[in-house]
């Protein structure tokens, strides 16, 4: 008996169908409505200072381009200025700038942690250190959110069981989905007590907390075990990636990590983009003020209006359950015109689908005040 073999986007077809089935089929959509899911925490991605030197830098025959790797002729003036500049802003002793905020995460945990070694993840962490835990030499174990005695306890255990290498704990300072901010202090003093590396990623604190946002990682930047990524497509307004920390692993980088080897420098362009971001938060403290003012007003609505949050941050998230549910309400306050987005498992873990509601200076407190009344109107009848 003859079959028809299958068409050969079936099995495709299939998974879309089953993400559909499980209300966790994504498309993309156009931007639309009052902006509450950005990451342009400083509304610097439109701002004229960054029109201007884009603009400057065009006229002075700045290539839009790279042409190549940093290792061959795409090592251009601006990248090197930017990490100069860059090492002095955080306080850190060198920089090295990379074409994203996934990649950057990628290559460090594909690079330095060697086959010997531990790797200790946050459950929290984002995809891009996950991917690149589980792509790398070392051995990595997920520990409980933000729990240092989980953190102590796996090297503890690991060390038990005959693990020579080095420890590298990872973690986010302040988390992407829930705006909870990690223990950092608590985690150096763990990775002083084992002579293990800490890896920060400041994604969504950078430009935000910290003196003139320089981050939460500020006060250890010049720790010779403290390497830090600082991500430039959020609250810098542009895009790419910074990599902070002691020379000798930056030389490593550039030396060893396929990603930055193999890889076409980021665009001169981009770079002179980050510089001017890095100069405004130097010039325009306000800026940061102004988004702190915004947060406490808007957390303090958020009490009185009983709207369950576990985040006193900028990231704040309503925590809903059901997907399909998450995404009625998502669309429902679409429908009010406030561009506030629906996030579903993988990205969050399973039965805590929810709304990721983002606070930007792209806002204004009526606006703040706008779509709580919009999420209280819609709930209002919710079993919670």
């Known amino acids: 008996m003859s079959t028809v073999p299958p068409t050969k986007g079936a099995q495709y077809a299939a998974a879309l169908h089953a993400l559909k089935e499980d209300n966790r089929l994504r498309g993309l959509k156009p931007r639309s409505g009052i902006d509450f899911t950005s990451n342009d925490y400083l509304a610097l991605a439109s701002a004229p200072r960054m029109k201007k030197a884009i603009t400057g830098a065009l006229e002075a025959g700045t290539p839009i381009g790279a042409g190549g790797s940093r290792l061959l002729r795409g090592n251009c003036d601006e990248h090197e200025r930017l990490e100069m500049e860059a090492a002095q802003f955080f306080g850190a002793e060198t920089a090295l700038f990379f074409g994203g905020g996934y990649v950057a995460n990628f290559a460090v945990l594909t690079t330095l942690p060697q086959r010997d070694d531990l790797l200790v993840l946050d459950s929290l962490v984002h995809a891009s250190i996950h991917e690149g835990a589980r792509a790398g030499r070392a051995d990595f174990r997920i520990s409980a959110h933000n729990d240092p005695d989980a953190v102590e306890s796996t090297i503890r255990e690991w060390h038990a069981n005959g693990g020579i290498g080095r420890v590298w704990i990872v973690v986010e300072s302040l988390y992407s989905m829930d705006g909870d901010f990690a223990p950092l202090k608590d985690l150096v003093a763990i ?194």
């Open 191 to 384: 990775a002083d007590r084992y002579d293990a590396f800490l890896m920060v990623d400041e994604a969504h604190a950078t430009g935000v907390f910290g003196d003139h946002g320089r981050g939460l990682t500020a006060p250890y930047e010049r720790h010779e075990n403290v390497l830090v990524v600082h991500t430039c497509g959020k609250a810098l307004g542009a895009a790419g990636a910074l990599v902070t920390g002691p020379r000798v692993l930056r030389d490593f980088l550039v030396n060893r990590c396929r990603p930055f080897i193999f890889a076409t420098a980021p665009s001169p362009l981009m770079a002179i983009a980050v510089r001017e971001a890095l100069l405004i938060l130097r010039d325009e403290p306000d800026r940061q003020q102004r988004l702190a003012d915004l947060v406490a007003f808007s957390h303090q609505e958020i009490r009185k209006r009983r709207l369950e949050s576990p985040s006193d941050s900028q990231i704040v998230p309503f925590i809903v359950g059901d997907n399909a549910r998450a995404m009625r309400l998502a669309s429902a306050l679409q429908g009010h015109g406030f561009d506030v987005r629906g996030i579903r498992p993988p990205t969050v873990p399973a039965g805590t689908a929810r709304l990721r509601i983002s606070l930007t200076l792209n806002v204004e407190k009526s606006d703040v005040l706008a779509m709580l009344d919009a999420l209280t109107e819609e709930t209002r009848d919710w079993v919670r």
